[in-house]
């Protein structure tokens, strides 16, 4: 059974930091690209940025600069590293994770809470 645990949301002031974990079960997660997508109120989902390597990475336009993806395969997990929160990184943000044979994400965590005040 697979399993993705979302934790490291909460409040933050902007300008604050926050950093994500998503602990992976019942997966072969070295060979899985990780994902982090998000979703504000009202809005839809959206990307965030994903992981294959440290190699393979990429960002949306929104997370560049402020945002690090990293991943440690030894423990099953994959991180986002954010800084500079704004406001408008208020979501529900949630990990995901698809294996070498997909461009579909499959499996999906239940997400974790981030909110910026102002």
């Known amino acids: 059974q697979v399993q993705l645990v979302e934790s490291g949301g909460g409040l933050v002031r902007a300008g604050g930091s926050l950093r994500l974990s998503c602990a992976a079960s019942?997966?072969?997660?070295?060979?899985?690209?990780m994902a982090w997508y998000r979703q504000a109120p009202g809005k839809e989902r959206e990307f965030v940025a994903h992981?294959?390597?440290?190699?393979?990475?990429r960002y949306a336009d929104s997370a560049k600069g402020r945002f690090t993806i990293s991943r440690d395969n030894a423990k099953k997990t994959v991180y986002l590293q954010m800084i500079s929160l704004k406001p408008e990184d208020t979501a529900v943000y949630y990990c995901a994770a698809r294996n070498p044979y997909t461009l579909e994400y499959p499996y999906w965590g239940q997400g974790t809470q981030v909110t910026v005040s102002s």
């Open positions: 019942g997966i072969r997660f070295s060979i899985n690209t």
């Open positions: 992981i294959f390597t440290a190699a393979n990475i």
